[in-house]
């Protein structure tokens, strides 16, 4: 495994059950993944950067946030999420309306084209992962996927632990 905060030429094989060991093997391995799907994501019928898919991303996920909630989600400023939000309104991908309660607050929504993006970038990402699992031996599938599974029930346990926040 690499040590991010090395030379790059410290490979050291198998972890040992060194938890340490073992995270910096995970980094790597998520490193890999993002550059991945960073690939993936640019085969798209539209191109975004890795900030633009995020903001579709968190809306897809909670509709109708306001520019202020959007913002400390995504940990930028106010000024950088609204202009954020001004080029994927521009690009047909978000739409700001009008609270129904709150006249001043303004929601932020995917519009159909959106959704569409994201889909055709998850799609992409989809098939660059599924195309290196295949690669990998059945055995060695199963044992990533139990240890997948048992790694976010650490998360979510850990997660519960320190009261609801995830790492």
Not at 88 to 99: D, F, I, K
Not at 131 to 146: G, N
Request: charged share 25%; proline share 4%; glycine share 8%.
């Amino acid at each position: 495994m690499t040590r991010l905060s090395g030379s790059g030429d410290d490979r050291v094989e198998g972890t040992g059950g060194d938890p340490l060991s073992l995270a910096l093997e995970i980094a790597d391995a998520v490193d890999g993944l993002a550059h991945l799907w960073a690939v993936a994501s640019q085969e798209a019928s539209l191109r975004l950067s890795p900030h633009q898919l995020r903001a579709l991303r968190i809306l897809q996920s909670e509709p109708g946030l306001n520019l202020t909630t959007l913002a400390e989600g995504m940990e930028i400023g106010l000024p950088t999420a609204s202009r954020l939000c001004d080029r994927l309104a521009a690009a047909g991908l978000l739409e700001r309306v009008l609270h129904p309660h709150k006249r001043r607050e303004v929601q932020l929504n995917l519009t159909t084209r959106g959704r569409q993006v994201l889909d055709e970038v998850a799609a992409h990402r989809s098939r660059a992962l599924a195309e290196v699992l295949t690669a990998m031996k059945p055995a060695d599938r199963e044992a990533l996927s139990r240890g997948m599974r048992a790694l976010l029930a650490a998360q979510d346990a850990a997660a519960r632990h320190m009261g609801g926040h995830r790492f």
